[in-house]
C-alpha cells in the first residue's frame, strides 16, 4: 500500500468519525448518513436477485440523480434483461428518490474503503458501472478496474484547481485511466484532461439538457398553480436558501405588488425553515393549506413539499434559482430556463458553466443585493427586453440536447451490454 492509499484511508476514516460527532450532535442529516449505512451488506444482499445481471449507476446527490436520469430511463427500454441499482452517498439524494421507481434498487454508497468496495461488488456485480459527474472513489474504481468492470463517467466537469491537475495528483489521475470512457460537458474539461495525457476522454456535453427538455415536453397540468397566478405575473423561486429568500423578501417589500405573486419553493422544507419564510412574507400561505382550501388573498405562495417544482416554472413571467449565495452550490437553472423563462441567481457561480454560458448570452442574470434583484426585475419588465431574454433561456437547452445519445452511442458500440 503506497503512501498516498494510507492519506487517503486516514482522510476517509477521519470524515467517518466526522459524521458520527455531528449525528451525536442531533444534525439530522448526519444521522441518516449513518443510519443508511447500517447493516448495508445484508441489507444490499436481500434487495440484489442474484441470478440476475445489473447496471450499477452511482450519483452523489439529487442534482447528479438528474444527471443520470436519462441513462436510466434509456437502459430500462433499451436494456431490459437488466436489473439497475442507484447508489447515493449524499441523504438528500437518496431521502428525496429512494422510492423512485425508475430502477429496481436503491441504497447508499457504503463508506470508501476496501473491504467495502470488495463485498459491494461481490454482492451487486455489476456489468457495467456508470459514475456521474464528480465521483472518484478510489477504493470502488480501483475494484472496478481489477475486476475488468466496464466503467463509465459521465457529465463530467473538471477544473485547473482539482487534485487531478497538481504535482501531487498522481494517485487520482491513475484514477481516470482506469474509466473506459470519460465523458465531459465542455472544452475546458477536454482540454484539462487531454493535457494529462488522457486519451479515454469524449466532450458530450450535459444530460441534464435532455433530461430537462423531456421534462418540458411531458410536463403535467398543476390547476392549482394556475389558478393562484391567474392573469398575475409570477416570480418562481426554487430550492432558495435564508439568503436567496431574504433577498426576495426585501423586493418584495418595497415593489408594486399590484398584478404580481411570488410562489417560493424553498430547498429545505422542514417546519423552522417555512416558520422563518413565513416570518419573512407575512401573510404567506403553505401549499398545503391552500390545496386543501384553495381559496386566498395571500400573494405569495409556499411549496412545503418536494416533486413539483420542475412544472411550476412553466407558470413563471421571471425564475429564480437558490444556492448562489452560499458553497453548496447553485441549484438546476435548466429547469427553469427549459420553459423559455429569464433566470436570475446569486453570483457564486464558477463551477456551473452552464450558468455563466447563459449569463453571457444574457438570458440568465446575476444577483447581488436586493438593489441589483430590484434593477433586473424592473429591466425585464420591459417587454422587448422580457422576449429577447426568455428565447435565449429556451434555445439554449433545445441547442444542447444529445449527451445521452452520445453515451448511449459508445456503450452499444463497445458491446458492454446485450439486448438479448
Known sequence: ?????????????????????????????????????????????????????????????????????????????????????????????????????????????????????????????????????YEFWYHYLTQLSYQNVPTVLVSGLFREKQVFFKPYGGMFRRLLQGFDRIFVQNEDSLRLLTGIQLNNVTLAGDTRFDRVWAARLQARDLPLIEQFVGEQKALIAGSTWPKDEEIIAAWWQNAKQEGRVIILAPHEIDGEHIAQIQQKFPGATRYSEYAKNPVTTSKVLIIDNIGMLSAIYRYAYVTYVGGGFGTSGLHNILEAATYSKPVLFGPNIEKFPEAIELVQLRGAFIVRDVFSFTTTVAGLSEMPKYRETATVAGKFVEERQGATRKILDYIHGKRFLTTL
Open 1 to 133: 500500500m503506497g503512501f498516498s492509499t494510507i492519506l487517503y484511508n486516514i482522510a476517509i476514516a477521519a470524515y467517518a468519525a466526522g459524521v458520527r460527532v455531528a449525528a451525536s450532535l442531533g444534525k439530522e442529516k448526519a444521522r441518516l448518513w449513518l443510519d443508511g449505512r447500517k447493516n448495508w451488506r445484508q441489507k444490499l444482499a436481500d434487495a440484489v436477485e442474484n441470478d440476475q445481471p445489473y447496471i450499477w449507476m452511482h450519483a452523489a446527490s439529487l442534482g447528479e440523480f438528474e444527471q443520470g436520469r436519462p441513462l436510466l430511463e434509456a437502459f430500462r427500454k433499451d436494456y431490459l434483461r437488466y436489473k439497475l441499482i442507484l447508489t447515493f452517498f449524499s441523504p438528500s439524494g437518496y431521502e428525496n428518490k429512494k422510492n423512485y421507481q425508475g430502477v429496481d434498487t436503491i441504497c447508499y454508497l457504503p463508506l470508501d474503503t476496501g473491504k467495502n468496495a470488495k463485498d459491494f461488488l461481490a454482492i451487486v456485480r455489476p456489468e457495467l458501472a456508470i459514475f456521474v459527474k
